[in-house]
């Protein structure tokens, strides 16, 4: 059974890069047809999808979030890592983690628990 954990700063000044890392457990984050996404929720508002990381090592990234987001991975670690950059206040949400089936667009049916991250100075 495949778990998936976010970490990282729950506060993060304006202007600053946000970063966090979700470690895999039960499953190989290179392991074939597998995506692994970054997906968060504003207060208030529904899940907004960010980008994901292929098994190939390709990304995805939403149009909207493209200039400001990178995903990455360390396969020794078994962990992929988000960066926001340029943070604001409108990057307060919680974000997870989840993994995908044969592609970025289809349903994800494993998630991490969340975290809450928090922009402000």
């Known amino acids: 059974q495949v778990q998936l954990q976010e970490s990282g700063p729950g506060l993060v000044k304006p202007s600053q890069t946000l970063t966090l890392t979700c470690t895999i457990s039960?499953?190989?984050?290179?392991?074939?047809?597998?995506?692994w996404a970054w997906i968060r929720q504003p207060p208030g508002k529904g899940l907004e999808w960010m980008g994901a990381?292929?098994?190939?090592?390709?990304?995805y990234y939403s149009p909207s979030l493209k200039s400001r987001t990178s995903i990455s991975r360390d396969t020794s670690k078994n962990q992929f890592t988000l960066r926001l950059s340029s943070a604001t206040p409108a990057d307060t949400a919680v974000y997870y983690c989840?993994?995908?089936?044969?592609?970025?667009?289809?349903?994800?049916?494993?998630w991490g628990q969340g975290t809450q991250v928090t922009v402000s100075s």
């Open positions: 039960g499953d190989s984050i290179s392991a074939n047809y597998y995506y």
């Open positions: 990381i292929a098994y190939t090592e390709r990304t």
């Open positions: 989840a993994r995908s089936h044969y592609g970025a667009g289809e349903p994800y049916h494993y």
